[in-house]
């Protein structure tokens, strides 16, 4: 009972084994500056040395626009469900980008910051929470360009935006959590597999294919579309897209599914990468 | 005291070979065995970490059951060789990586410089820097913007603060760097061997910086270095590690001289009994040598205001009364600084028998650090050198620095191979 006691006076107990799940946010507040000016870091970064910089932000998705209503509609005719072909690819995009953000930064927390981390200490889960935090960033900007089209085409009448909107944050919030939880386990399993870099590039585009990014749901084959279904983002689209426009779908239970396959996945990635991220400078 | 960091039995192990090519395979026989209940980490075939042999265990210690307590304020050196777990040690304080037994128990914040300059980021600027690297270490942007002009200050890069530091030069990098870390508001500041890279009036600044730290603001700091004369200068106690395992901790002279005995091939006794270190041939033979003080006490550290005194026995085989012994002084080095033969005893006839010859060096001649004493027996008519073992015997000349010596109060390094004490005059 004496040595418990003793324990409790100290600030940091540095031990072999961290308790099962240990996310401490008091911790992560204390490290806000740092989160912050990662974000910061991150947001320079990238537009350093380019002649048009932020424009970038509106540029490459207006191009990858141009390019999707060119293939995809044009050449091989694929249904937009009755929304105008430009706008239906952008709400796709605009909030697919964000999850490919997130989850191809978080994936790689470790192996792209082996030199800080093997030199400082600070809570590891700050740049996985910086990337999500630059990424909405992003987000908002070619939001605000979305947000130009849904304009455009409301005042021709071509689309009906309804109350659905407002679960906005809510479906950020579920395209955050599992870009979060899936790159955290991504992350920690590729310290020590790192056949899963490479398995990255090709999945994540392998999953736009079986989200509905660039077609809506009621193309799919019904023999096939169990694939789109089981696939917890697609809700999330699906939903999004219904709120802006009012074509296509929306079911409470297909977002419920998605709402509890985030929580599992981002608890399952939080504990993973609690449990590696102690000792993977001894492997990295 | 208020212990600030106490240590139980940590140890950490390392796999050895290429840890890349970890497969599937071997992880599930892991979990099997753990799953069977072998625990792989308390194996008897792990062995400790001595690099210059060939293992034959997967696995090696890197740190084996180190126990220590650090109390407040105190500047705490580590020192041991290259591989002899000081920088594990560091990374474990820092939290790094986790140790593999044992605890480590901190009381107060830990910052810790391993690098300089962690996470600078060549495009920023020097301001923006100090704000990122300054949060990396965990302070917060009200901390930084309190700091933020003696940071500058002591860097002395107030003209280039808006440059990136891309276009610094290293030394201006290594100063900022340094700089952030020296003003984090932290009760401990662990410091690895990262003042190497500047230069020497900038490792100066540093150390007493890191003085002053402890000194003024009572913060406790954890210093490893190589250089001894950095770790007497600035270091309370001294914690001495050798192939990951706890030698001793103590008092900073008394280590040093401990370490300097232990890990240098000098030593200050030197027996020629064993076959492979005989020295002689059929006229002379080496029995011992001995580095003395005053009072006849073996010794090896000496104030530069102290007498040196040798005393060679040797063993004469054939009756001769040309027999000369030398000695020959080198410091650390290398350089020779004098030889001297015995000159008194010469054309003394030496019947075959036992005999000593004790010479005193006098005080106020060498500079600080390690000398080493070659010992010779030559003949002159024909010069011949009957035996000559450089090398192996040496002692250490430290300066107290209490005003009494010729260095006077001025406390930083004296350059040049000898430090002999002048008559100054006023004319």
Redesign the interface.
């Known amino acids: 009972m004496d040595k418990e006691y003793s ?1 409790q ?8 084994k ?1 308790k099962f799940f240990n996310l401490n946010l008091k911790e992560i507040w ?2 806000k ?2 989160v912050w ?1 990662f974000v910061k ?1 991150d947001l ?2 990238m537009n ?1 040395q380019t002649i048009l910089g932020p424009l970038w932000f509106f540029l490459a998705p207006l191009f990858t626009v141009v390019i999707y209503t060119f293939v995809f509609s044009e050449i091989a005719n694929i249904s937009t469900d009755g929304i105008p072909g430009p706008l239906f690819y952008l709400a796709g995009t605009t909030l697919w980008n964000y999850f490919q953000s997130c989850f191809i930064g978080t994936s790689s927390t470790f192996t792209s910051n082996a030199n ?7 809570p590891r889960i700050v740049i996985p929470l910086s990337l999500i935090i630059s990424g909405l960033l992003k987000f908002s900007i070619q939001f605000i360009m979305f947000l130009g089209f849904v304009f455009y085409y409301y005042n021709q009448n071509l689309i009906n935006p309804n109350y659905y909107i407002f679960c906005l944050p809510f479906l950020i919030l579920l395209m955050a959590g599992i870009a979060l939880g899936t790159g955290l386990i991504i992350t920690s399993l590729t310290t ?3 056949d899963l870099t490479y398995f990255i590039s090709f999945g994540i585009s392998l999953l736009m294919y079986i989200t509905p990014v660039i077609y809506p749901i009621s193309t799919i084959p019904n023999s096939i579309r169990f694939l789109v279904e089981y696939n917890p983002i697609s809700p999330i689209i699906e939903t999004f897209r219904f709120s802006f426009t009012g074509h296509g779908t929306f079911y409470f239970f297909d977002l419920l599914y998605s709402f509890i396959f985030m929580l599992i996945i981002l608890l399952s990635g939080l504990t993973l990468f609690n449990k590696m991220e ?2 993977f ?3 990295v | 005291m208020n212990t600030l960091i ?1 240590v139980e039995n940590l140890s950490k192990q ?2 050895l070979g290429q ?2 090519t ?1 497969t ?1 395979k071997d ?1 599930v026989i892991k979990w099997w065995n753990k799953f069977i209940k072998k625990d792989l980490s308390l194996n008897e075939s792990i062995e400790v970490n001595d690099r210059t042999s060939v293992s034959s265990s997967k696995f090696v210690w890197s740190l084996k059951n180190i126990n220590f307590e650090i109390n407040q304020g105190e500047v705490i050196g580590i020192i041991g060789k290259n591989g002899a777990g000081k920088s594990t040690l560091l ?20 910052a ?1 410089l ?2 300089v300059g ?2 600078f ?1 060549p ?2 600027t020097g301001k923006e820097n100090i ?2 690297n300054g ?7 009200k901390e930084i913007t309190n700091n933020f002009d003696a940071i500058v200050k002591f860097a002395g890069v107030e003209k280039y603060i808006n440059t990136p530091v891309k276009r610094y030069s290293s030394g201006m990098y290594v100063r900022l760097a340094f700089a952030v870390a020296a003003h984090l508001d932290s009760d401990i500041l662990i410091v690895d061997e990262v003042l190497a890279v500047g230069d020497s009036d900038f490792q100066k600044k540093c150390l007493g910086k890191m003085k002053d730290i402890s000194s003024n603001s009572g913060k406790t700091v954890l210093f490893v270095s190589h250089n001894m004369d950095s770790i007497s200068r600035l270091c309370d106690r001294v914690l001495y590690l050798k192939n990951g395992e706890f030698v001793n901790f103590g008092p900073t002279s008394v280590i040093i001289e401990q370490y300097l005995n232990e890990e240098s091939s000098a030593t200050n006794e030197k027996n020629y009994f064993a076959s492979d270190t005989i020295k002689g041939n059929e006229i002379v033979k080496l029995i011992q040598v001995k580095v003395i003080d005053e009072l006849n006490f073996t010794r090896y550290n000496f104030s530069v205001d102290e007498k040196i005194g040798l005393i060679v026995k040797f063993q004469v085989l054939e009756e001769t009364s040309d027999l000369i012994c030398g000695i020959n002084v080198f410091n650390n080095m290398d350089v020779h600084l004098f030889s001297s033969h015995d000159t008194v005893n010469y054309k003394k006839v030496y019947s075959p028998g036992i005999y000593e010859v004790k010479v005193y060096i006098p005080e106020n001649l060498f500079n600080e650090g390690v000398h080493y004493c070659g010992i010779a027996f030559m003949s002159y008519y024909p010069f011949t050198i009957h035996l000559n073992d450089v090398g192996s015997i040496g002692f250490n000349i430290i300066d107290k620095q209490d005003g009494s010596t010729n260095r006077g109060f001025y406390t930083n390094t004296i350059p040049g191979a000898l430090r002999p004490s002048l008559n100054w005059v006023k004319i």
């Open positions: 324990d006076t100290w600030d940091l107990v540095i031990e072999s961290n204390e490290y500056d740092l000016i870091r320079i970064s350093k800080l981390f093997g030199k400082v200490y600070f020590k597999y790192r102690k000792t400078m001894d492997t | 106490k390392y796999r840890i890349g970890i599937l992880d990374k474990l304080l820092s939290r790094i990586t986790a140790p593999t037994n044992g605890k480590i128990k901190i009381k107060g914040k830990v810790s391993l690098e962690t996470g980021h495009e920023l704000f990122l949060a990396i270490l965990g302070m917060s942007k």
